[in-house]
């Protein structure tokens, strides 16, 4: 599933939370947008 570095995919079903991040970033900048939506999803799914 095609997905911009700094975005999410989300499986609710399954509560998987995945971000390219590091696989397309040039630099920590652009990771670091979907890593903090990541962790955000993440706190709402185990909540």
């Not at 911009?4 to 609710?12: L, N």
């Not at 971000?19 to 990771?31: D, F, G, R, S, V």
Request: charged share 20%; glycine share 2%.
């Amino acid at each position: 599933m095609p997905c911009p570095v700094d975005d999410i995919v989300v499986d609710e079903e399954n509560k998987v939370v995945t971000t390219p991040a590091y696989m397309l970033a040039q630099n920590i900048a652009e990771a670091a947008s979907g890593i903090e939506k990541l962790v955000a999803r993440v706190l709402v799914l185990t909540a």
